[in-house]
Antibody, heavy 118, light 108 residues
Framework: EVQLVESGGGLVQPGGSLRLSCAAS????????MSWVRQAPGKGLEWVAN????????YYVDSLKGRFTISRDNTKNSLYLQLNSLKAEDTAVYYC???????????WGQGTLVTVSS | DNQMTQSPSSLSASVGDRVTITCRAS??????LSWYQQKPGKAPKLLIY???TLQSGVPSRFSGSGSGTDFTLTISSLQPEDVATYYC??????????FGQGTELKIK
């Protein structure tokens, strides 16, 4: 059974940093692109970043380039998202998702809430 | 970026009704279109990918159609457990992957 479990969210002050983790199980992690998708309170879904199975390619939504960094450790079956210079508008639930057929997001974690507030 | 526009933004229907949600892309995305269901407080769940392929385990009352710029998600007979927000997402012109704004489905 495919499982994705996020952790690392919490309350952080504006300008602060946070590192989110996603532990994957039930599939060959290194064979799949993985993504982060976020959802601000009461809002829709926004794709944040993705990374190739071997970690050699990463892509980001333009508005977040330079502040967020996606990475992975295939020896630990884990995906990460480093969030720097956080702003109030980064407050959201952050989901990790596996990229499947035709680049859909076929499995999602339960999400981890990041709250940026003083 | 390829903008995805869903309509309606919300709708109410009765149990047993046929429900249709549409999604329009600002540029052709061939059939690189997925649909997701999100219930309150839960993660999104994939329903359909490649415009019309039903994800394993999804009830057959859900179906998708379309290609190019215009797509539809149809629920053939609405059930109470289908109350949710539905999102379309394109994966042809990337990055970025873009989602529609969502359609909130309620029971009358």
């Amino acid at each position: 059974e495919v499982q994705l479990v996020e952790s690392g969210g919490g309350l952080v002050q504006p300008g602060g940093s946070l590192r989110l983790s996603c532990a994957a199980s039930g599939f060959t992690f290194s064979s799949y692109w993985m993504s982060w998708v976020r959802q601000a309170p009461g809002k829709g879904l926004e794709w944040v970043a993705n990374i190739k199975g071997d970690g050699s390619e990463m892509y980001y939504v333009d508005s977040l380039k330079g502040r967020f960094t996606i990475s992975r450790d295939n020896t630990k079956n884990s995906l990460y998202l480093q969030l720097n210079s956080l702003k109030a508008e980064d407050t959201a639930v952050y989901y990790c998702a596996r990229v499947g057929h035709s680049d859909c997001f076929d499995y999602w974690g339960q999400g981890t809430l990041v709250t940026v507030s003083s | 970026d390829n903008q995805m526009t869903q309509s309606p933004s919300s709708l109410s229907a009765s149990v047993g009704d046929r429900v249709t949600i549409t999604c329009r892309a600002s540029q052709s995305i061939r059939r690189y279109l997925s649909w997701y269901q999100q219930k309150p407080g839960k993660a999104p769940k994939l329903l359909i990918y490649a415009a019309s392929t039903l994800q394993s385990g999804v009830p057959s009352r859900f179906s998708g159609s379309g290609s190019g710029t215009d797509f539809t998600l149809t629920i053939s007979s609405l059930q109470p457990e289908d109350v949710a927000t539905y999102y379309c997402q394109q994966s042809y012109i990337t990055p970025p992957y873009t989602f529609g704004q969502g359609t909130e489905l309620k029971i009358k």
